[in-house]
């Protein structure tokens, strides 16, 4: 199993940033993949960003250029830095993990991107 904590999210201006961490458990060198995703009130869970055990990333296409996944393997943590911060970055941030074809969340992260 895993569990995963996250932490930095709040209150940003447009135009400003945030970084998002999640702390996991175990070993994330030993997970297939992390990813952190988001939910919008009223809209659909969606991808923001994931990285590989490899460090192959991906990312959705509106936050390209913008947002950043990175991972430290010896603080088992995952990171999202959030640039240019708009009002539709808004949302809860959850963080996720793959292992062994099982999916676990954390608890999710508040975001209000607002001036």
């Known amino acids: 199993q895993v569990q995963l904590v996250e932490s930095g999210g709040g209150l940003v201006q447009p135009g400003g940033s945030l970084r998002l961490s999640c702390a996991a458990s175990r070993s994330i060198f030993s997970l297939n993949a992390m990813a952190w995703y988001r939910q919008a009130p009223g809209k659909q869970r969606e991808l923001v960003a994931g990285?590989?055990?490899?460090?192959?990333?991906n990312y959705l296409d509106s936050v390209k250029g913008r947002f950043t996944i990175s991972r430290d393997n010896a603080k088992n943590t995952v990171y999202l830095q959030m640039n240019s911060l708009k009002p539709e970055d808004t949302a809860v941030y959850y963080c996720?993990?793959?292992?062994?074809?099982?999916?676990?969340w954390g608890q999710g992260t508040q975001v209000t991107v607002s001036s």
């Open positions: 996720n993990a793959v292992l062994n074809l099982i999916r676990y």
């Open positions: 990285i590989t055990s490899g460090g192959s990333t």
